[in-house]
C-alpha cells in the first residue's frame, strides 16, 4: 500500500508563490507517473500538471508557464512549484500516483486559496 502525503498549500495574494511537496511511501516512486490534480468548490478535479520517471512533463493550459512540476526520486517526492498565482487557482491539490492497470493512489489533499 502508497501512502501519499501533500504539504505546502496556504493562502496567498494573486502574484504570490506557493511550493507543494507530496512525499510518497514505498518502493515503486521512481519507477511511475506522478501527476498534481485540483478541484475547485462546485468543480470537477482536472488534471495540472504530470511527470514521468524519466522527468517528461506536462502541464494544462491554464497553468503553463507559471508551474513547474518536478521530482526527487532519492526522496520519494514531487513538487509543484506555482508562481504567479491567480484566485482561480484557488482549490485543493492532490498528487496521484499513477497505475497502469489500477487506479491511482491519491493523497489526501492540501488547500491552495489564493485572494485578489
Known amino acids: 500500500q502508497v501512502q501519499l502525503v501533500e504539504s505546502g498549500g496556504g493562502a496567498v495574494q494573486a502574484g504570490g508563490s506557493l511550493r507543494l511537496s507530496c512525499a510518497a511511501s514505498?518502493?515503486?516512486?521512481?519507477?511511475?507517473?506522478m501527476s498534481w490534480y485540483r478541484q475547485a468548490p462546485g468543480k470537477q478535479r482536472e488534471s495540472v500538471a504530470a511527470?514521468?520517471?524519466?522527468?517528461?512533463?506536462n502541464y494544462a493550459d491554464s497553468v503553463k508557464g507559471r508551474f513547474t512540476i518536478s521530482r526527487d526520486n532519492a526522496k520519494n517526492t514531487v513538487y509543484l512549484q506555482m508562481n504567479s498565482l491567480k484566485p482561480e487557482d484557488t482549490a485543493v491539490y492532490f498528487c496521484?500516483?499513477?497505475?497502469?492497470?489500477?487506479?491511482?493512489?491519491w493523497g489526501q489533499g492540501t488547500q491552495v486559496t489564493v485572494s485578489s
Open positions: 496521484a500516483l499513477n497505475r497502469l492497470t489500477a487506479n491511482p493512489y
Open positions: 514505498g518502493s515503486i516512486f521512481s519507477f511511475v507517473t
Open positions: 511527470i514521468s520517471s524519466g522527468g517528461s512533463t
